[in-house]
Structure formats: structure tokens, C-alpha cells
């Protein structure tokens, strides 16, 4: 079965680190890889789409890129409102999870 | 705005039906499949079913197929999910999710119903 295998399952980070997680596929696929953020108690926001274009009204501190099997969606800067979790997406698989906590 | 309103969740028995519905505004309907995408408390995110524009194409993740079904009414706007014979281990926040099909994000979801499954 295909799988989209994220990492790490969870980071504490202070404000203005720089965060890096990453997506790898079981098999290659196509740049259609999808980040969503999910904030305590609310829906899933799509974030960024194929691979790595930014969706209106997302801050530019969020960026993403990869191709074949390894993604990675990075924040240069954490903001207080940027801790949650965050998911990867290719077709109907979503990755586990990344929960993103204050350190 | 574009906007999808869950309901017709509850808490619901082990061997029991429920019926979701999603309300869906802001947006030409017709135009968009539809998914239901669902979360244990404190999980992560699972793709349930799927239905395209016109409906006369669903699917299914495997832990829900024979027991789920899903439709549409482009007339009104709305989208339905049927559960049956419901297990615990559907006890989840559903989610009505919205896509412009193959190769395109969920790019906007509803807030999602809880279903309980408990005796």
C-alpha cells in the first residue's frame, strides 16, 4: 500500500527557529504533494499545494519543496501562531502528523 | 465565501445508521468532487469516500466499503454520507472536504461533525 511517511512526529521549537519536516512517499510520485496546518479543535487549512506553491494569504515564512519521494515543508522564522500540527497529502494518503509545540 | 456546513452527527450504538449531511455555498457546486475525510480524537487524517461532480462515480477506503455510501444533489447543494452497521472504531470527527479533482488540493473543508459509536 502506498504511504507518505512524515517526520519527526513531533518538534518543540522556540520562537524565530527555523523548522524543517519532511515527507518521504513509498514510491515516487508526482510534485502533487499538499501541506495542511490544523490548529486545536479547527479543520485542516491547506497551506501550500504541488510541492510548493503558497496559497493566498499564507505568510512567506511557510515554504515547500521536493520531488520523486522526499518533501519538506520549512518555517524560517516560528511565530507564536504557527504552533499546531501538519500534515502531508498525496491523492487520498495523508502522513501522521507533525505536532509543532512551544519549547 | 466559500462555505461547507456539516451536520447529522451524534452518538449512535455499535451495529447502528447515521446519515451526514453537508451543506455547500459560495462556490459553483457542481464543479467540485466531494470527499468525507475523517479523525479520531487526537489522530490524525483519513480519506473516507469520495464523490464526483455529476456522482455517478464513488469510492471508498476499504475499512468503510459495503458499509458506507455516499450522494449528492447538485439541486440543492448538498452532499450525504450514509453510515451502517457503524463500529467503534468510526467514532471520528468527519470532515466534508472539497476538490477541483484528480491532481488538486482539499482546498477548503467544513468544521466537521463528531459521530459516536458506543453502547
Known amino acids: 500500500d502506498f504511504q507518505m511517511t512524515q517526520s519527526p512526529s513531533s518538534l518543540s521549537a522556540s520562537v524565530g527557529d527555523r523548522v524543517t519536516i519532511t515527507c518521504r512517499a513509498s514510491?515516487?510520485?508526482?510534485?502533487?504533494v499538499n501541506w495542511y496546518q490544523q490548529k486545536s479543535g479547527k479543520a485542516p487549512k491547506l497551506l501550500i499545494d504541488?510541492?510548493?506553491t503558497l496559497q493566498s494569504g499564507v505568510p512567506s515564512r511557510f515554504s515547500g519543496s521536493g520531488s520523486g519521494t522526499d518533501f519538506t515543508l520549512t518555517i524560517s522564522s516560528l511565530q507564536p501562531e504557527d504552533f499546531a500540527t501538519y500534515y502531508c497529502?498525496?491523492?487520498?494518503?495523508f502522513g501522521q502528523g507533525t505536532r509543532v509545540e512551544i519549547k | 465565501e466559500v462555505q461547507l456546513v456539516e451536520s447529522g452527527g451524534g452518538l449512535v450504538q455499535p451495529g447502528g445508521s447515521l446519515r451526514l449531511s453537508c451543506a455547500a455555498s459560495?462556490?459553483?457546486?457542481?464543479?467540485?468532487?466531494i470527499h468525507w475525510i475523517r479523525q479520531v480524537p487526537g489522530k490524525g487524517l483519513a480519506w473516507v469516500s469520495r464523490i464526483t461532480i455529476d456522482g455517478s462515480n464513488t469510492a471508498f477506503a476499504d475499512s468503510v466499503k459495503g458499509r458506507f455510501t455516499i450522494s449528492r444533489d447538485n439541486a440543492k447543494n448538498m452532499v450525504y454520507l450514509q453510515l451502517r452497521s457503524l463500529r467503534v472504531e468510526d467514532t471520528a470527527v468527519y470532515y466534508c472536504?472539497?476538490?477541483?479533482?484528480?491532481?488538486?488540493?482539499?482546498?477548503?473543508w467544513g468544521q466537521g461533525t463528531l459521530v459516536t459509536v458506543s453502547s
Open positions: 472536504v472539497r476538490d477541483g479533482g484528480v491532481g488538486t488540493p482539499f482546498d477548503h
Open positions: 459560495g462556490f459553483r457546486f457542481s464543479d467540485y468532487w
Open positions: 497529502q498525496w491523492s487520498w494518503t
Open positions: 514510491q515516487s510520485i508526482s510534485s502533487s
Open positions: 504541488a510541492a510548493s
